[in-house]
């Protein structure tokens, strides 16, 4: 790795290389990972590149997992809105909604549909994250 690469990936202690190169299995000769740490010739650019590669994998299981987890925020609004949605259903999520319908109004059939709803809409978005992600994670 060039100095000033290695200088621009440091900056301010962060060293984003030495946390992903451990992770990853043992270099093969011929494999991406063995062309990242073994080729000093590779511009700028081409490292960053190869980078960006090694560790597109784990972007699309952060993009899933996060995604997946956005819509069952729940604590926080409970806890700023004591269980209300207030002030003007300004935190009223969908799921505190969900638990609204439950557990106040005792509406189990539309909470129950709610809940499929939502299921749906989060399997469907997730579905379209793996149909996109063969244009932008990279396997050896």
């Known amino acids: 790795m060039t100095a000033s690469l290695r200088q621009f990936l440091t900056g301010n202690g ?8 451990h992770l990853l299995p043992p270099a093969v000769e011929g494999s991406v990972l063995y062309l990242f740490t073994n080729t000093p010739q590779l511009t700028t650019g081409q490292q960053l590149n190869t980078y960006r590669q090694l560790v597109s994998n784990s972007r699309l299981f952060n993009l899933i997992m996060q995604t ?12 700023i809105s004591k269980g ?14 969900l638990f609204v319908q439950v557990f ?23 579905g379209i994250i793996f149909l996109t992600s063969k244009f932008w994670v990279h396997y050896e």
Do not use: Q, R
Request: glycine share 8%; net charge negative.
């Open 84 to 97: 209300t949605g207030d002030p003007m259903d300004g935190t009223l999520l969908y799921s505190l909604y």
């Open 14 to 21: 962060f060293d984003p290389v030495a946390g992903v190169l």
């Open 104 to 126: 106040s109004f005792f509406n189990m059939g539309y909470a129950s549909a709610m809940a499929w709803i939502m299921l749906i809409f989060v399997g469907l978005l997730t």
């Open 68 to 79: 997946i987890s956005a819509f069952m925020t729940f604590v926080p609004a409970f806890i």
